[in-house]
């Protein structure tokens, strides 16, 4: 390209910009919107019949925001189905593969899954039976849920350690914590936990007696029958 095309081009950018800037914004917008006499055309005062029937258009305008707003609803109130299991940790919402230690967890979680799926919450007046037996059985397996952690909290079982004659033995205890509490001649699990978990970290030594020795006997001479 030659230098005479390179003017050439400079020469109709720059007038197409002086073109383009001698149009005000108003006169801009005017172009590109419609124009006062269309949209005065639009209107039910219109002199002129518009293209479509402006009352039945809003009329029809109204009944689907209407039905927009009841499905929205319906959404917004129908929770989504519970899983098809009885694991308790999953009905409840929670992590069933690193279920929550702390019983706290588990009654937030009851609580929020009472109120998305209670009854009274979620059915309307025109509910079927058919919908109302579904929203009780949702309702009773959250609540048969919330029993069993409930229940199984209630028992503790402690796992723990001891060395019996310098041997490691596992035991495995299942006590109610109510009788455990009251029972004034417990016995101190926590302390006997706490202690095999230090003797597994610190392994006592065994004593000098408690060693094994070769004994073999030995004398100054032969001994005399």
Do not use: C
């Given at each position: 390209?030659?230098?005479?095309h390179n003017l050439l081009?400079?020469?109709?950018?720059?007038?197409?910009?002086?073109?383009?800037?001698?149009?005000?914004?108003?006169?801009?917008?005017?172009?590109?919107?419609?124009?006062?006499?269309?949209?005065?055309?639009?209107?039910?005062?219109?002199?002129?019949?518009?293209?479509?029937?402006p009352r039945d258009f809003?009329?029809?305008?109204?009944?689907?925001?209407?039905?927009?707003?009841?499905?929205?609803?319906?959404?917004?109130?129908?929770?989504?189905?519970?899983?098809?299991?009885n694991n308790p940790y999953?009905?409840?919402?929670?992590?069933?593969?690193?279920?929550?230690?702390?019983?706290?967890?588990?009654?937030?979680?009851?609580?929020?899954?009472?109120?998305?799926?209670?009854?009274?919450?979620?059915?309307?007046?025109?509910?079927?039976?058919?919908?109302?037996?579904?929203?009780?059985?949702?309702?009773?397996?959250?609540?048969?849920?919330?029993?069993?952690?409930?229940?199984?909290?209630?028992?503790?079982?402690?796992?723990?350690?001891?060395?019996?004659?310098?041997?490691?033995?596992?035991?495995?205890?299942?006590?109610?914590?109510?009788?455990?509490?009251?029972?004034?001649?417990?016995?101190?699990?926590?302390?006997?936990?706490?202690?095999?978990?230090?003797?597994?970290?610190?392994?006592?030594?065994?004593?000098?007696?408690?060693?094994?020795?070769?004994?073999?006997?030995?004398?100054?001479?032969?001994?005399?029958?």
């Amino acid at each position: 390209m030659t230098t005479f095309h390179n003017l050439l081009w400079l020469t109709l950018v720059a007038a197409m910009l002086r073109h383009a800037s001698s149009y005000s914004y108003q006169q801009q917008v005017n172009y590109y919107l419609p124009s006062n006499f269309d949209q005065t055309h639009l209107t039910r005062k219109s002199p002129r019949p518009p293209t479509y029937p402006p009352r039945d258009f809003e009329e029809n305008e109204l009944l689907f925001l209407e039905e927009t707003h009841r499905l929205v609803n319906e959404l917004k109130h129908t929770p989504p189905p519970l899983p098809m299991t009885n694991n308790p940790y999953a009905l409840l919402g929670l992590d069933w593969l690193n279920p929550p230690s702390d019983i706290t967890t588990v009654h937030k979680a009851y609580k929020r899954m009472a109120k998305r799926y209670h009854p009274d919450l979620i059915l309307h007046a025109d509910a079927t039976p058919e919908e109302q037996h579904l929203a009780n059985k949702n309702f009773a397996r959250i609540n048969a849920a919330y029993e069993q952690l409930k229940a199984k909290e209630s028992k503790e079982i402690l796992d723990y350690i001891v060395y019996v004659d310098g041997r490691k033995v596992r035991r495995h205890v299942t006590i109610k914590s109510e009788s455990y509490y009251k029972d004034p001649m417990r016995p101190n699990y926590e302390r006997i936990i706490a202690m095999s978990k230090y003797r597994e970290k610190y392994p006592r030594k065994k004593l000098w007696f408690e060693r094994k020795h070769s004994y073999e006997p030995r004398h100054n001479g032969e001994w005399e029958p």
